[in-house]
């Protein structure tokens, strides 16, 4: 091949890849389902609705984060006993725009269970005076269950400070 043939495979080659390149980037937007939100007329906006989440949050747990560019709020309950395990909640709630046009709440109880143990003791087992490491545990927190009965109870706190009907 000589080099004016093999330049111009080579512009065709750049002229190919530049076309579907471009072909790429214009079937993006259609290819990745692109959803404008539209919001519905006298529907809440987020910022309402990121309020009326922390309000509730903070009335039942006083361990509350809210995160409002992202509409994301969590909170965890007072760690209580049930038998010889510490027991807690950590709730979990997303706003999301649904597509009839309504910033909506959905939200995620569960239950966490301690079931952290101390490390064994090495050496002698008996001695009272020299304690190797540290004898208490380090938390081990696992998620036993979703409590959907909780969640359920705050969702319907966050729709009735909305004024929104469940």
């Known amino acids: 091949m000589n ?18 390149a471009c072909a790429g980037l214009l079937a993006l937007p ?7 939100f539209v919001k519905a007329p006298g529907s809440a906006d987020l910022e309402q609705v990121v309020n009326a ?18 509409g994301h709020a969590f909170a965890f309950s007072q760690v209580e006993l049930e038998g010889a395990y510490p027991v807690m909640y950590r ?6 725009p649904e597509r009839t046009g309504h910033y909506m709440p959905r939200v995620f109880a569960r239950k966490y269970m301690d079931i952290a143990e101390p490390p064994f003791e090495s050496g002698d087992q008996f001695t009272h005076y020299d ?8 938390q081990n927190w696992k998620p036993i269950i ?3 009965s909780l969640a359920l109870e705050i ?7 909305l004024e929104i009907p469940s």
């Open 3 to 20: 080099r004016s043939t093999l330049s111009s495979v080579r512009r065709v080659i750049s002229a190919r890849q530049l076309a579907l």
């Open 30 to 36: 259609v290819l990745s389902g692109c959803y404008t």
């Open 53 to 70: 989440v922390e309000s509730v949050l903070k009335e039942r747990y006083y361990q509350t984060r809210v995160h409002r560019s992202s």
């Open 91 to 96: 709730i979990d709630v997303h706003i999301v």
């Open 131 to 138: 304690v190797e490491g540290n004898p208490f545990a380090t």
């Open 146 to 148: 979703y409590d959907r």
């Open 155 to 161: 969702r319907k706190a966050i729709l009735e400070k």
